[in-house]
């Protein structure tokens, strides 16, 4: 079965710079959400998209920004890195039953960024 | 707002010995729903389980089960005859659905399981 594509899987950038994170939901998954993993740390909720629409938002820093695209690729634009930016990035994808129930999020390998 | 628990940090068992991993949550939603993923050392996150909050039927998938008792907020996640295998982080993960579909996951802060041959 598909399952969550995300890449790069390593990144390596420096302080200050830009960094692009490409997620590629499962076929038929209409919501996208990002989360941030530090080492040793919980995954903590950043952004999410459903029908390329934000439809939340949690402790994502204004250096950040995120999109979902037509074909519901999403990507998370991270500039001005910092240190403390080093972490695991999970994309994960599900689909919207409706009615207000929630289906499992599927989550992708990950991209691991190291800020030097 | 919604808060997991999961008190107990590390635990070391010897294979094939049975392990319970506790999940305690809070939230003011009557409708929610409850997970638990597990990460090996391999990194990625793995969903085991999703339960929602009208259903208190606990559930048994091989050598896992699960047992959810919404008078503790309790969903507490049972290992069988523990392997080598099973040696991973286990993250219990709470959504609630009033806030709308598909909500953001709040995780627990992880237990870390070593299974030990």
């Known amino acids: 079965a598909a399952g969550v594509i995300q890449s790069p899987r390593h990144l390596i950038k420096e302080k200050r710079e830009t960094a692009t994170l490409k997620c590629y939901p499962i076929?038929?998954?209409?919501?996208v959400y990002w989360y941030q993993q530090g080492p040793g740390q919980d995954p903590q909720f950043l952004i999410s998209f459903y029908e390329k629409m934000q439809s939340d938002k949690g402790s994502i820093p204004d250096r950040f920004s995120a999109q979902q695209f037509s074909d519901y690729h999403s990507e998370l634009n991270m500039s001005s890195l910092e240190l403390g930016d080093s972490a695991l990035y999970f994309c994960?994808?599900?689909?919207?039953?409706?009615?207000?129930?929630?289906?499992?999020?599927?989550f992708g390998p990950g991209t691991r960024l190291t800020v030097t | 707002a919604q808060k997991v628990t999961q008190a107990q940090t590390e635990i070391s068992v010897v294979e094939k010995e049975d392990v319970t991993l506790d999940c305690v949550y809070e939230?003011?939603?009557?409708?929610?729903?409850l997970f638990w993923y597990k990460q090996p050392p391999s990194g990625e996150l793995v969903f085991l389980i999703r339960r929602n909050s009208f259903d208190e039927q606990n559930e048994i998938s091989g050598r896992y089960s699960w047992n959810f008792q919404k008078s503790t907020s309790s969903f507490n996640f049972t290992i069988t005859a523990s392997q080598v295998v099973d040696s991973a982080v286990y993250f219990c993960a709470l959504s609630e659905g009033a806030a709308g579909a598909n909500s953001k996951l709040t995780f627990g802060k992880g237990i870390t399981l070593s299974v030990r041959p």
């Open positions: 076929p038929r998954h209409d919501t």
């Open positions: 994960a994808s599900s689909r919207n039953p409706g009615g207000g129930s929630s289906y499992e999020q599927y």
């Open positions: 939230t003011r939603d009557t409708t929610y729903y």
